[in-house]
């Protein structure tokens, strides 16, 4: 086999001729020989060139050979490299010494050169085998070990991202809805005619049912079940009410999403459009969705300052936590697009931002909905 014929063999005997006969039939065979006379030589030649195969003769004049096996077990270089004891006694007691010690075959002298090269070529094509298998075996666990630290990378800016979002809307519940409550009480409490004041309490309390309203729909938008594209429409109005951000939406298809999906597109946008009004200073901004074939596209784009040059170099989608903390303003809004772009690279898509030629910046978010969301393709 093509795997036997390249395989690399050491042979350790401290027979001369023996030593000489064993590795001319292997070199005929086109393996790559070396050889070894003593147990120093043979661990110093495996250890600077590691073998696909041993042949290792029990007696030697430095070592004994089960006890040089077991050595070569304890070496991460020889740990898996199978070993074939070539041994005069081919009693009982003798194979169980050499299976014992870590051998996984025995040919006993004189030996037949056809059963010579024949558990030579099948464990020489067993090494190999098990190599190929243990590397990819070792490259997955180290995939595995990456996607678990980036799991928790994850939770953690998961955590972050809710503990900010939970003081936000408390801090919105504090300014708005709970001081109009507050001054409504403050209307109750008067000693003037509650007639007079009748017109302001009813202002008051329809602003706070609508601001608890609108907290609500953030929160679980019940306009997803009929479809992104409407409840993307509603948030528009909405965050132009709240922040002022003359928003304009086009959404001219977008095709049935899971839920969890929806959910996530849905609060990635409305970062993107708060952030445009609180950390860019934009006065409008342009919302659009497309899909083409099962990629959809959704891209924010509006008039503010625009990103810092050191988040739009090459290779740099959106920012690092190092470039957010080191942000020259001061703001966080540079975490909110990492974070984001972690949460749309799970789902197999990907972020990518831009400035405008003058003024301004663009965030577009492309992700498949159909096939395999993990081969993370998108373009």
């Not at 030697?60 to 050595?71: E, K, M, N």
């Not at 050169?113 to 243990?134: E, F, K, N, Q």
């Not at 003037?192 to 049912?209: F, H, M, P, T, Y």
């Not at 609108?214 to 009410?241: D, K």
Request: aromatic share 4%; glycine share 8%.
């Amino acid at each position: 086999m093509e795997s036997a014929q390249k395989a690399e063999i050491l042979v350790v005997d401290d027979d001369e001729a023996t030593r000489l006969y064993v590795a001319g039939l292997l070199s005929h065979e086109g393996y790559a020989v070396a050889t070894a006379a003593c147990g120093e030589d043979a661990v110093a030649a495996a250890a600077a060139r590691p073998p696909d195969l041993i042949l290792l003769d029990v007696m030697l004049p430095d070592a004994d050979g089960y006890a040089l096996c077991r050595r070569l077990r304890q070496v991460n270089a020889t740990s898996r490299t199978p070993v074939i004891f070539l041994t005069a006694k081919g009693d009982e007691p003798e194979i169980l010494r050499g299976f014992e010690s870590g051998g996984v075959d025995y040919i006993v002298k004189p030996f037949a050169v056809a059963v010579l090269l024949a558990r030579v070529a099948t464990h020489a094509t067993l090494a190999r085998l098990s190599r190929g298998l243990h590397t990819a075996l070792d490259e997955r666990s180290a995939r595995l070990q990456q996607a678990n630290l980036r799991l928790r990378e994850l939770n953690v800016q998961m955590a972050t991202v809710e503990e900010r979002q939970r003081r936000q809307l408390a801090r919105q519940l504090h300014d708005t809805t709970i001081q109009d409550l507050v001054l409504a009480r403050i209307l109750l409490e008067g000693t003037a005619d509650l007639g007079q004041r009748r017109e302001q309490l009813l202002k008051l309390v329809e602003g706070s049912i609508r601001q608890l309203r609108s907290l609500v729909f953030e929160l679980s938008p019940p306009l997803l079940q009929h479809g992104l594209c409407p409840a993307l429409a509603w948030l528009a109005t909405s965050i132009r009410e709240q922040w002022g951000l003359q928003v304009r939406c086009e959404c001219a298809h977008a095709p049935p999403l899971p839920d969890v999906l929806a959910v996530m597109l849905f609060h990635g946008v409305r970062e993107l459009l708060i952030n445009a009004a609180k950390h860019a200073e934009a006065e409008r901004a342009e919302l659009r969705v497309d899909c083409d074939d099962d990629l959809l596209h959704i891209s924010v784009a509006d008039d503010g300052r625009g990103f810092p040059p050191s988040w739009l170099t090459e290779g740099q989608a959106t920012p690092s936590p190092g470039l957010v903390a080191a942000a020259a303003d001061g703001k966080r809004g540079g975490f909110g697009l990492y974070s984001l772009r972690s949460r749309i690279e799970l789902f197999g898509g990907c972020l990518t931002l831009r400035n405008g030629s003058r003024r301004g910046a663009e965030v577009r978010i492309s992700i498949r909905v159909g096939g395999n969301p993990a081969d993370g393709s998108c373009r």
